[in-house]
């Protein structure tokens, strides 16, 4: 009975220690991380991916005049060092869209970096302070005063993805496979205003470097969002947070 006792407190102090390690040496990639180089032609390149709990977009752009380059994103999971990523949408292979990838990568507290393509982020925030940190998708409008709803299970889409700093949204089709746009930078939540600098914006490269202020507040699981967009035409939006 003794060496049963004895195995069984070994058992369960092992168990301790086993998650104690996995706690402190085990990271998440929620958050924002970013990456700068320089391509071919000597053009310094700023990378950002936005991870939520479910879902992520990476959005790669010119460093100095914020010309969109690249982006693409979708759902990922993580099992150990190996990352699956079933793609949404990619601005420039469209084909790639319904796909799933799986490769490693490697994360730190401060870094996430991807061995097979040497890439290596650095970390921006970990999703905090980030009162609107998620995955949330255009719900609906108020359009003259009225509450008009939109299916979200739909393939088209706009989902916006925020994490405690970072901000970017992106419009596309599943179905279709087609990318409609996407724009991104920074944002800030104080009393009841959320604001954006946008330091990329596919449709329109003038916008960059503009700051948009929107008064918001949460309602039942949705983001009211509520001002005018970047070409100053009024905006009252539905957001609702991403499940699925």
């Known amino acids: 009975m003794k ?5 069984l407190k070994f058992i369960f102090l092992f168990t ?24 071919e032609s000597g053009t310094k390149i700023k990378s950002v991916v936005i991870f ?5 977009a990476i959005a790669m752009f010119n460093s100095e005049s914020g010309e969109f380059i690249y982006s693409n994103g979708g759902a990922w999971k993580l099992n150990g060092d190996m990352m699956t990523e079933k793609v949404e949408f990619d601005t420039k292979n469209s084909e790639r869209v319904g796909d799933e990838f799986t490769f490693r990568v490697d994360i730190s507290k401060n870094t996430l970096s991807i061995p097979e393509s040497n890439w290596i982020f650095k970390r921006i925030d970990d999703g905090k302070p980030g009162e ?15 509450k008009q709803i939109r299916d979200t299970n739909k393939p088209r889409k706009t989902m916006k993805i925020l994490s405690g700093t970072r901000f970017q949204w992106i419009a596309y089709d599943t179905e279709k496979k087609e990318f409609k746009g996407t724009g991104g930078g920074t944002y800030t939540t104080t009393s009841g205003k959320y604001s954006e600098t946008i330091e990329f914006f596919s449709r329109d490269n003038s916008k960059v ?7 918001y507040n949460l309602e039942n699981g949705e983001w009211i969002h509520k001002g005018k967009t970047s070409k100053g035409a009024p905006l009252h ?5 991403r499940k699925k």
């Open 3 to 7: 060496k049963y006792r004895a195995k």
């Open 16 to 39: 301790i220690i086993l998650s104690f390690n996995f706690l402190c040496f085990s990271q998440s990639p929620i958050g924002a991380w970013e990456r700068y180089y320089e391509d």
């Open 52 to 56: 939520s709990e479910k879902f992520q």
């Open 132 to 146: 609107l940190f998620g995955a949330w998708l255009m719900s609906g409008r108020y359009r003259n005063g009225e």
């Open 209 to 215: 470097g503009i700051n948009l202020e929107f008064s």
């Open 237 to 241: 939006e539905i957001w609702t947070t």
